[in-house]
């Protein structure tokens, strides 16, 4: 482990980061030279099944501590590069899940361990600061040059936060005050206000609701779990709120070829939301806000077509109600477009979009109303992680130079025929290939079958997830090559004749 790349890559490049910092530049990615090797291995390479020995006693080790029954096994994180993950038995894998869909360049990208060797960078990682009072100075500039410079169509401002399931909790929260400012007409709150809510009773604590959809995922803390409705076991035994969830469109694919069924589904889809915001109102729990996924990753990658999203946006703003599109997952460039709400084709998609994973920080992008009213009313100790956006300003200048947007359209339709080919050859096996640029899904037979396969292909060298009761999801790194793809295809098909 002492030869790993990290650390003979540091060693390589302090010299010239030394050097660079000499020469006055202050912010890394303004020093970053073009990617010198394309660090990737040349296929999978198994040498135990996995879990291996060395995984395995490590999961008896932190069993001891904590709960381990979800650990798949353990990593080298070290010896990982590119499309490629590498075990503690140093077993290589060709990554199609990347930390459930969260690496955005593959791992160990040249540019970001130079980056990340820059001494200029140093004091960012070291002095992490309570962003919302103390920031660094670079601050403003960084967050800029990252999150500003691919900031969603008609949304201005942007709040970072730690994680995913953070920032759909406070966006929730920016919704709710901003209906509340609207319902008074001003943003002065009475004193029974303010007195009723320290014991959560209305109308500090007014009766307001979130309309979500049936499978869909935005978390797992209270509020977003409320919204969350994918697993059993992701709500079991935890308090929640009566709150609207309308059925999300299940449709038929390819879509092309079931438009007029689909949009008879969907139409079904929209109007039974609509019913649900005036019931709500009704019963006196007016829906603040609609949340969204552009697709459904988690309960099962569910599509529903841009004038389904289309007419959503426009039930919204009919009803008052604000739009938040939840781009955790699909954000970021996988589906072929930075985010997955722009193949709607609209000026304004959201009041709201939130992200994190392959942006590396969390936080949620909004319109200026939707700006609270005071300071502390949405807020925490870290607010984000302003290393995070060094990483990120580095990742889009990557996706920028290595053109790789293009790169995932041409790697998504190569995958997309070799899904439909798989499925033409095992139509017992597997059916309904779908997907948008790389961010694709094949259904298996049976939830068993499924397991099967996983395993099966893992052994193999190719490491992929489920979702939803019966799909498979596959979601490469923006760095997943058309020459991945047929690599992956290759294996795949070997492992469905072997079911068969
Ligand atoms: O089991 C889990 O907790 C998982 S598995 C995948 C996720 C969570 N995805 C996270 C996620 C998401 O996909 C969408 C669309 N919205 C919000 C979240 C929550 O993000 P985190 O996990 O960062 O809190």
């Known amino acids: 482990m002492a030869s790993s790349v990290i650390s003979r890559h540091l060693l390589l490049s302090c010299h010239k980061s030394l050097h660079l910092s000499l020469s006055g530049c202050r912010y890394a990615s ?16 198994m040498k135990t099944e996995i879990p291996g020995p060395r995984s395995q006693a490590l999961t008896k080790q932190l069993g001891d501590i904590q709960n381990v029954g979800a650990i798949n096994f353990f990593c080298n994180y070290e010896e990982s590069r590119g499309n490629y993950v590498v075990d ?11 930390q459930i869909s969260s690496i955005p360049i593959g791992y160990n990208h040249p540019a970001l361990l130079k980056l990340m060797s ?32 691919v900031a969603p169509s008609g949304l201005s401002r942007v709040q970072t936060m730690a994680c995913g399931s953070c920032s759909n909790e406070n966006a929730y929260k920016a919704m709710f005050i901003w209906y509340r400012n609207k319902e008074r007409g001003h943003s002065s709150p009475s004193d029974e206000d303010l007195n009723s809510c320290m014991i959560n009773q209305s109308p500090g604590c007014p009766d307001f609701s979130i309309l979500s959809f049936m499978g869909g995922f935005h978390g797992r803390t209270l509020g977003c779990l409320a919204t969350t409705h994918s697993k059993a076991i992701h709500k079991l035994d935890v308090p929640s709120f009566d709150w609207p969830i309308a059925p999300f469109p299940r449709l038929q694919y390819p879509l092309e070829e079931f438009s007029r069924e689909n949009a008879q589904e969907e139409a079904r889809c929209l109007e039974e939301a609509e019913d649900l915001i005036v019931k709500w109102r009704k019963k006196g729990k007016p829906v603040a806000g609609i949340v969204i996924e552009p697709i459904q990753a988690e309960g099962g990658d569910n599509h529903a ?28 460039g996988c589906t072929g477009k930075f985010w997955a709400h722009e193949h709607w084709g609209i000026e ?26 005071k300071p502390y009313r949405i807020f925490n100790t870290w607010m984000g992680d302003p290393s995070k956006n060094l990483l990120l300003a580095e990742v889009l200048s990557v996706i920028r130079r290595e053109n790789l947007l293009v790169e995932v359209n041409r790697s998504g339709k190569a995958l997309m025929n070799g899904l439909y080919e798989l499925q033409a050859q095992f139509p017992g096996i597997v059916s309904r290939a779908r997907g948008q640029g790389t961010f694709c899904a094949i259904d298996v037979c049976d939830d068993e079958t499924r397991s099967n396969i996983l395993v099966k292909a893992r052994n193999k060298g190719i490491l992929l997830g489920g979702c939803g009761d019966r799909s498979i999801r596959f979601r490469p790194s923006l760095v997943f090559k058309e020459y991945h793809v047929h690599m992956f295809l290759n294996i795949f098909n070997d492992v469905l004749a072997q079911i068969k």
Do not use: W
């Open 88 to 98: 503690v038995d140093g077993n290589r894998m060709l990554d199609i899940y990347t």
């Open 348 to 373: 304004d998609p959201a009041d709201i979009v939130s992200f994190s994973k392959k942006l590396l920080t969390g936080g949620f992008y909004y319109k200026l109303e939707f700006q609270a009213d």
């Open 305 to 332: 077509s841009p004038d389904f999203f289309r007419s959503l946006r426009k039930i919204a703003q009919k009803h008052g109600c604000a739009f938040h599109v939840d781009e955790v997952q699909t954000g970021g």
């Open 30 to 45: 303004k020093v970053a030279t073009k990617t010198q090797v394309n660090l990737d291995y040349d296929g999978p390479s």
């Open 118 to 149: 820059n001494p200029n960078n140093l004091s960012t990682i070291v002095n992490r600061p309570a962003l919302g009072i103390m920031p660094p100075e670079n601050f403003p500039d960084k967050i800029t040059e990252s999150l500003l410079s």
